[in-house]
């Protein structure tokens, strides 16, 4: 891999670095033996079984660089028109492996007309690999993420840059960030596979056009896709994958991310129903720690999940969980100023009271839903949510801005009042990247550039001694090595003993940090 390369002249104190061109690069053409492009599994699609004559023996399907992806575009549109009247002619509605199965027939029957059609004009054969990939690159199309789906499906890659269809960028998990193949032959097909991305959800269709410029989608494989077009100058995307579904706070732990005193600490308060708000910024890694927080609740808890785009997926894990996920309106506004269809973060909030749940999740609080989120604060129940902001006591302060948004009688001091009544923790992590001046994080490739994500400070929150404003004590910072070292225990937090939590380790490591 290639890592980041500086290239700055003496007179020239701006970043900018020479970043390597799409040239040759592993991806496609080289995938590893764990990020091979998997045929799908819908039953009878194996290898072996007829269904599927193009699948390889091994039942894997690798795209390589010659695959003709106007033509793919062309199959993918008469694709999806035969399967859409095939499937209004069905009797009954059919569930998406008989869709995919009949999708599979829809594409092997279009590919044999072009075999055909070539034969019949001397237009040259498709070998079996070539009929393979064709089939295996339209079902993408199709039913994932096309041009994208080798990308996704290599685990060294953690987000996708996109810049045009032309210019994209792939952070890896080491940090590093390297080129890209191209994902579309221009920057309007890529626009109208976005638009095909935001409208094949059955479940939440969304709407990308000029009149509706931005697209925010949860993909099948829990990875978050943001785009924009037609207020920049090329289309502009960005997919945030979350590698890391399965996870405790042991093991966050082990991957440096914590003290295990700290993950230990955060576990006993879990498990003793105190309200959490993870902060952070974006990237940082707050999701995969609501994922860590959540994992020490009891499995017989009833959990709500509120999202705007659903990523943390706990009904997968979880039997008792209900989740919600907001909506944006696609009608003309109403009465009441909102646009039909629509269904906010705080609806579901609200609608969360009603269905008994004991723990409500709100994936991130960036407006007036705040109020709402308070509301399940006060009933000690033990609510968990993110934040974006630059540090524990931050947090608050942004929040505080988020609950005004909702109205002129939400004041600053009354709202400051209800979050240091409502919140207990605030739990800030950093993404931290090497340091600028560190030429081995830049030049020559020497090492590719590494990230971490760390807990900076775990901050409890309580009422100030003045009416509208909070105190704060910092139960764990960071000290001079980086790691987390405990601070000050406030003494309500000391019955978390009975929860598991080690007082005499906390009050020893107290006590060799001071020194």
């Known amino acids: ?204 269709p969304r709407i990308f056009s000029e009149a509706r410029p931005r697209l925010h989608l949860q993909l099948d494989d829990g990875s978050r896709l943001a785009a924009v077009a037609w207020v920049t100058p090329r289309p502009q995307v960005t997919i945030r994958r979350h590698r890391v579904v399965e996870v405790s706070l042991d093991d966050l732990a082990r991957d440096g991310v914590m003290t295990p005193l700290a993950a230990q600490f955060l576990a006993a308060a879990v498990r003793d129903r105190r309200s959490i708000v993870v902060s952070g910024s974006p990237g940082a890694g707050k999701t995969t720690l609501v994922r860590a927080l959540c994992s020490h609740i009891h499995p017989l808890e009833q959990i709500a999940t509120i999202e705007t785009e659903a990523e943390l997926r706990l009904q997968e894990r979880r039997r008792f969980v209900r989740a919600w996920e907001a909506r944006p309106g696609t009608g003309e506004i109403g009465p009441d100023g909102r646009q039909a269809g629509e269904y906010t973060l705080s609806d579901a909030v609200w609608d969360s009271l009603r269905f008994n749940v004991q723990r409500t999740v709100v994936g991130e609080i960036r407006g007036p839903e705040v109020i709402a989120m308070l509301k399940t604060m006060e009933n000690g129940s033990g609510s968990l949510s993110t934040t974006h902001a630059r540090g524990a006591i931050d947090a608050i302060e942004k929040l505080t801005t988020c609950a005004m948004e909702a109205g002129a009688q939400f004041t600053h001091d009354m709202v400051t009042a209800k979050l240091a009544q409502a919140i207990d923790l605030v739990v800030h992590i950093e993404l931290t990247l090497p340091d600028e001046d560190d030429e081995h994080a830049h030049r020559g490739g020497a090492r590719p550039a590494t990230v971490r994500r760390r807990v900076t400070e775990i901050v409890a929150i309580s009422r100030g001694d003045q009416p509208g404003t909070f105190a704060s004590t910092r139960v764990f910072t960071t000290g001079p090595d980086g790691q987390l070292v405990p601070g000050v225990l406030p003494d309500e937090y000391r019955s978390l003993a009975r929860r598991r939590f080690d007082l005499a380790a906390y009050a020893a490591a107290q006590s060799i940090g001071g020194r």
């Open 1 to 204: 891999m290639t890592a980041l390369r500086d290239t700055r002249s003496a007179d020239d104190s701006s970043p900018d670095y020479d970043l390597p061109r799409p040239t040759s690069i592993p991806f496609l053409t080289e995938p590893l033996p764990d990020t091979t492009t998997v045929a799908p599994t819908t039953p009878g699609l194996s290898a072996g079984t007829g269904a599927n004559p193009w699948v390889a023996p091994s039942g894997t399907v690798h795209l390589g660089p010659d695959v003709n992806w106007s033509l793919v575009a062309s199959l993918r549109t008469q694709a999806s028109k035969d399967l859409a009247a095939r499937a209004s002619a069905a009797e009954g509605p059919l569930d998406r492996p008989a869709r995919e199965q009949l999708a599979w027939d829809i594409i092997q029957g279009l590919i044999a007309q072009i075999r055909v059609s070539r034969a019949n004009t001397d237009g040259g054969t498709l070998s079996t690999l070539q009929q393979s990939e064709l089939a295996q690159a339209v079902f993408d199309a199709l039913y994932r993420m096309g041009r994208l789906q080798p990308l996704l499906e290599d685990k060294r890659v953690e987000n996708v840059l996109i810049y045009g269809f032309d210019e994209v960028w792939l952070e890896l998990n080491d940090g590093a960030l390297v080129a890209g193949p191209q994902v579309a032959d221009s920057d309007e097909q890529l626009i109208e596979f976005l638009q095909f991305l935001a409208s094949r959800s059955e479940a939440n």
